[in-house]
């Protein structure tokens, strides 16, 4: 038995319509099984039961064995002072809060068999989706809801995550977005090393010679510790010599250029290309954040990716000989749409949240649904399973819906897994 199913079992009001009983024989009923609460605290808020007669107003806490009420340590917690039930699965030991006996269901005796069969038979599949036999009994309406859902939910989580970053570096977003565009801008492989070039790099250090991109060029490739290359032309002859005053008149520390990862990489993936093009958006708006609140449309972020890295890198993907690709040196159409994706639209959305700003909201999720879908296997997964996947905010759904609850198999936590729990359904055989 998991706890989330007890939760799943209360919250879709299964067995609200039968006669109740607590563990001391006395009966229940509920008016209303209250708000189901995500965060810190009772699993329930603000319930309304009647117990023999007597309304009571307050909290639903939830366990698979009433002792653990006393093994989570709630009976030293003030925020469970207001519980009003306690809900088992098991009821082993009576519990009490300040010499307060709590009232107990003990809510196996309640459930049907058929239910529990269901869930089993859901817990039980080995397949990353365990619902994907049933996926042809679902309405393409249901299955568009939840993906929506989702895309709402991971643009929340994406929100949280800025806020706790935003409280590390005193909200400073303009720094904060110059990092987790670096961030975006390389390979993954790279990803860790591009945060570690940022943080030797404060925005403020970038400030100071954002007027002249040879010199903002040479403190991002110096500090890189890519000029340690073994080059002899012109241009990184002249990257060298600016960052030996850099490096004096700062006390900058460099990295090692073997953290920087090159393995089959395509050449538009190479880290000094990429180090090349962030220090030239830089250089073109050192206020980025700024210029993405001030757009009004996609254009607009589009044209802010339209940057120059210079005429080296025209031909060039790193401190060698000219390579045989050309037309590499601007931010390409599909490495700009992940910057948009995963950096632009989570903080426009998270400026309108903590700024109290619904419009910055409305017009992420509108960006959000402007964009073509990733091409990810998670998303050619889905549509295996014939979910839509048009735009972005429909992959972003995908994305969550699989990461977030479908290999965690909370399953009861999903409208499609609600769907198939509450209602009996044909189990269809698909070969994956």
């Known amino acids: 038995m ?34 189901f609460n995500t965060n810190q605290g009772p699993d329930f808020l603000f319930a309304k039961i009647q117990i023999d007669g007597v309304i009571w107003n307050g909290h639903v806490e939830i366990h698979i064995k009433s002792s653990d009420w006393l093994a989570h340590q709630h009976d030293t917690d003030p925020n469970y002072q207001n519980i009003i039930l306690h809900i088992v699965w098991i009821h082993d030991k009576e519990v009490q809060f300040k010499d307060r006996v709590l009232p107990c269901l ?4 309640f459930v049907d068999q058929e239910l529990l069969d269901r869930y089993e038979n859901l817990m039980n599949h080995n397949d990353s989706i365990a619902c994907h036999s049933f996926l042809d009994g679902i309405s393409t309406q249901l299955k568009s809801i939840q993906i929506e859902r989702m895309m709402v939910e991971r643009l929340e989580q994406k929100t949280e995550n800025i806020n706790a970053d935003l409280l590390q570096n005193q909200w400073d977003w303009e720094d904060l977005f110059y990092k987790k565009l670096a961030h975006y801008m390389v390979a993954p492989v790279n990803s860790g090393a591009m945060d570690s070039l940022t943080a030797k790099i404060p925005r403020q250090l970038v400030l100071k010679n954002s007027s002249d991109l040879i010199e903002l060029q040479s403190l991002f490739f110096g500090v890189s510790g890519l ?10 002859k002249m990257l060298c010599k600016n960052f030996t005053h850099q490096q004096l008149k700062f006390d900058l520390q460099t990295m090692d250029a073997f953290q920087w990862k090159l393995l089959r990489l395509r050449p538009a993936h190479f880290p000094s290309l990429r180090i090349a093009q962030l220090a030239a958006l830089l250089y073109k708006m050192p206020h980025l954040f700024s210029q993405v609140v001030e757009a009004g449309d996609l254009k607009s972020i589009y044209l802010i990716f339209d940057v120059s890295p210079g005429i080296y890198w025209q031909d060039h993907v790193g401190f060698s000989k000219p390579c045989r690709y050309k037309n590499l040196a601007a931010i390409g159409k599909q490495t700009k749409e992940i910057l948009i994706i995963n950096v632009v639209i989570p903080f426009l959305f998270a400026y309108g949240t903590v700024q109290q700003k619904p419009a910055y909201c409305q017009r992420a999720l ?5 964009l073509k879908a990733e091409k990810n296997n998670i998303v050619y997964m889905w549509k295996s399973f014939n979910f839509a996947m048009d735009h972005a905010g429909q992959s972003q759904g995908g994305i969550q819906l699989y990461r977030c609850y479908c290999i965690a198999k909370k399953c009861s936590s999903c409208l499609i897994g609600n769907e198939i729990l509450n209602h009996p359904m044909k189990h269809v055989h698909r070969s994956c």
Request: overall charge negative; hydrophobic content about 40%.
């Open 366 to 370: 509108d960006w959000m649904q402007c």
């Open 106 to 109: 003990e809510l196996k005796n």
């Open 227 to 236: 000029l340690s290359e073994p080059c002899q032309d012109a241009y990184f």
């Open 2 to 35: 998991r706890e989330d199913l007890i939760q799943f079992i209360w919250r879709s009001k299964t067995v609200l319509d039968k006669p109740l009983y607590l563990s001391n024989g006395l009966p229940v009923s509920v008016i209303n099984p209250g708000l």
